[in-house]
């Protein structure tokens, strides 16, 4: 048993360097001032957001790109009460979702492409602040290298709950496993809320067919089947003007779901690398789980606890400490009762994805 846990260990120490070490390999990017000419269509799919979506169309409206490059797209994925649009300096316009498939999110893009004009199209969530320079720096991007798709940074704004900063962890941990994967050329995994692709190659991939049974996933399965059909022409945007910034969950039920929500499409990935990586994740924190256990019913000696527990707390630490560097450039908090608490968490997200139905914007999903 010692043997056994310790060699998970091994593989999950192994993993998470080579990330950290990817993480670097992936160049920070600082835009260059040049002339903007890129032209982006926004879509922001939403569902009962008339609180949050006034607080993303502002921080649109101070965005510093010109009016005329860009528009944006709001889709009412069948909110009880209609949000209206207040008058802004660029287009904006309000279109109703056309549910054709499993999923809310891939149908409410699918829908608004059919509306896009523009060489490109970047998704955000209703929920989200994007900032000032935010299309400038793709737009910069997009003019240097020969690209047709790009994924960005997401983090949370943080209040002061232990609930607020155990999802900023874990977030965290999250980007820092998708840069990594990045820089060790096998992206697999991007986030849909600062996601960016254009529309001809959408259309080339038939957009979301083959995974539109799918709740989620919006943003992953497009990103592998564009990886396997044109590997060279996807790029990770690890520039601090282009990250997102978004709500955490209130509370954590939601965080749960949620969770749950992300995990269920593993088993559905392309990505070989992203399926091994998910199981390397969950054995190495089951182990956590399982030697706790092991330490509490005086199998194991304190020593032993203590070695496993450190080794595995020394490398998450590092990749989250390099990842929230770049993310917020604050100190990470509640770091000891979060690494304690989170591989029970996520061993318990992994198992219940694998049988059990979850909650979305009022919905129930099955797996």
């Known amino acids: 048993m010692i043997f056994g846990l310790f060699a998970i260990l091994a593989i999950y120490i192994i993993s998470i360097s080579l990330l950290i070490y990817g993480f670097f390999k992936v160049q920070q990017y600082k835009k260059r001032d040049l002339k903007p000419k890129t032209s982006f269509t926004i879509i922001v799919p939403f569902r009962n957001e008339e609180e949050n979506l006034p607080n993303l169309l502002n921080s649109i409206s101070n965005l510093n790109y010109p009016t005329d490059l860009f528009e944006v797209i709001l889709v009412d994925d069948a909110s009880i009460e209609k949000f209206q649009v207040s008058s802004f300096r660029f287009q904006v316009s309000i279109i109703d979702n056309i549910r054709i498939s499993s999923s809310p999110k891939k149908d409410a893009i699918t829908t608004a492409m059919q509306h896009v004009k523009t060489d490109w199209v970047i998704t955000t969530d209703a929920d989200c602040i994007v900032p000032e320079n935010w299309l400038l720096t793709f737009d910069n991007y997009?003019?240097?290298?020969?690209?047709?798709?790009?994924?960005?940074?997401?983090?949370?704004?943080?209040?002061?709950?232990?609930?607020?900063?155990?999802?900023?962890?874990?977030?965290?941990?999250?980007q820092g496993a998708t840069i990594g994967s990045f820089g060790l050329n096998n992206g697999f995994m991007c986030n849909g809320a600062n996601f960016a692709y254009t529309k001809t190659l959408f259309e080339s991939l038939n957009g979301f067919e083959g995974n539109d049974e799918i709740a989620s996933g919006d943003d992953v399965f497009l990103l592998q089947k564009t990886i396997e059909k044109f590997p060279n022409e996807v790029h990770y945007l690890k520039a601090e003007e282009a990250i997102v910034i978004t709500k955490p969950t209130e509370n954590w039920k939601s965080l749960f779901y949620q969770r749950v929500r992300w995990?269920?499409?593993?088993?559905?990935?392309?990505?070989?690398?992203?399926?091994?990586?998910?199981?390397?994740?969950?054995?190495?924190?089951?182990?956590?789980?399982?030697?706790?256990?092991?330490?509490?019913?005086?199998?194991?000696?304190?020593?032993?606890?203590?070695l496993f527990a450190f080794s595995k707390f020394f490398i998450d630490f590092v990749l989250l400490l390099i990842t929230n560097q770049f993310l917020t450039k604050t100190r990470i908090k509640s770091l000891l009762l979060s690494s304690l608490l989170y591989p029970f968490f996520s061993s318990a997200v992994a198992l219940y994805s694998l049988v059990g139905s979850y909650e979305w914007k009022g919905r129930q999903f099955k797996k």
Do not use: R
């Not at 790009?150 to 999802?167: M, P, R, W």
């Not at 992203?274 to 994740?281: D, S």
């Open 142 to 174: 997009i003019q240097e290298k020969k690209v047709s798709m790009l994924a960005g940074a997401v983090s949370y704004k943080c209040e002061s709950s232990f609930l607020d900063h155990f999802q900023q962890l874990d977030l965290t941990s999250l």
């Open 263 to 306: 995990a269920a499409k593993t088993s559905s990935y392309k990505s070989t690398f992203g399926k091994f990586l998910g199981l390397i994740v969950f054995f190495g924190n089951l182990s956590f789980v399982i030697g706790f256990f092991l330490f509490l019913f005086g199998v194991w000696s304190y020593p032993i606890f203590l």
